[in-house]
């Protein structure tokens, strides 16, 4: 069982920067690979950035933010630059059993509670 924990969002101005962190506990990030996602408000919950054996990102971030491993600290950061409205959401990481690369929110095992992220314009 592993219990994911987000922290790190809040309230930025356009164009500012946020870094959110992931902290597991139970097991080792080491095993797994990790999303993040995020939700607006009456949207569908959508893929942002996957870490496993390479990195990818969704176009709408790619550029933008980066997603890294301290795998020392069992945590996975999203630091996210140059934040447009549109960044606005509720961001969750994700662990999946599997090493291969998904976007597909049904096939990550665990999810962290989320965190709010509300960039103004």
């Known amino acids: 069982q592993v219990q994911l924990v987000e922290s790190g969002g809040g309230l930025v101005q356009a164009g500012g920067s946020l870094r959110l962190s992931c902290t597991a506990s139970g097991r080792t990030l080491s095993s797994y690979s990790m999303g993040w996602f995020r939700q607006a408000p009456g949207k569908e919950r959508e893929f942002v950035a996957w870490?496993?054996?390479?990195?990818w990102y969704a176009d709408s971030v790619k550029g933008r933010f980066t997603i890294s491993r301290d795998n020392a600290k069992n945590t996975v950061y999203l630091q996210m630059n140059s934040l447009k409205p549109e960044d606005t959401a509720v961001y969750y990481c994700?662990?999946?059993?599997?090493?291969?690369?998904?976007?597909?929110?049904?096939?990550?095992?665990?999810w962290g509670q989320g965190t709010q992220v509300t960039v103004s314009s």
């Open positions: 870490s496993g054996g390479s990195i």
């Open positions: 994700a662990a999946a059993r599997g090493p291969t690369m998904t976007k597909n929110l049904y096939e990550y095992d665990y």
